[in-house]
């Protein structure tokens, strides 16, 4: 015997995921996550904890930095996780993974990793295009910087949270 279940989709709150390390969070994460908000009724930062990687801002600086960027905006949640990010997303509600695309390099690291995780979990990847003025900032490049001294604030919003 079969039960039919009906749902209206518009209903349905719409969650994402935006994962990442985010060491650290940059003006152009920043920029994703706030075009996103016009799309989702809930984005779910989180920040995956890798053990075998090297940080070089500390956990709890870069999830009260992430935190300090959407203080007012209570569509945002922020977390961490250790697991396959496609689980996680299950374990939060989240029906989407929300990405950014700077450059055809972006994209072609970003879809095969869409891809996968949607055939492992039918979560479907959105991928949002920042603002232009943001296509250069790279968190590698960030931390290179910081590194060697040199001043991040025009890349990374309250930048005194992340360094203090």
Do not use: W
């Not at 908000?37 to 075998?52: H, K, P, T, Y």
């Not at 949607?118 to 920042?130: D, G, Q, Y």
């Amino acid at each position: 015997m079969f039960t039919l279940v009906s749902f209206n989709l518009i209903d349905m709150k719409k969650s994402a995921c935006f994962p990442g390390s985010f060491d650290p969070f940059t003006k152009g994460h920043e920029d994703i996550i706030r075009k996103g908000l016009d799309l989702f009724d809930e984005i779910v930062i989180a920040v995956g904890v890798n053990s075998s990687k090297n940080y070089l801002f500390p956990l709890e600086k870069r999830l009260n930095h992430i935190k300090s960027c959407f203080e007012n905006e209570p569509k945002i949640r922020v977390i961490t996780y250790q697991k396959l990010t496609v689980e996680m997303c299950k374990d939060e509600g989240c029906n989407y993974i929300l990405r950014g695309l700077r450059d055809v390099k972006d994209f072609n690291y970003e879809v095969p990793i869409a891809l996968m995780n949607r055939s492992m979990s039918e979560i479907e990847t959105v991928f949002l295009i920042p603002d232009t003025s943001l296509f250069a900032i790279n968190a590698t490049i960030i931390r290179e910087i910081y590194k060697n001294g040199g001043k991040i604030d025009k890349y990374v919003t309250n930048f005194e949270r992340l360094v203090n």
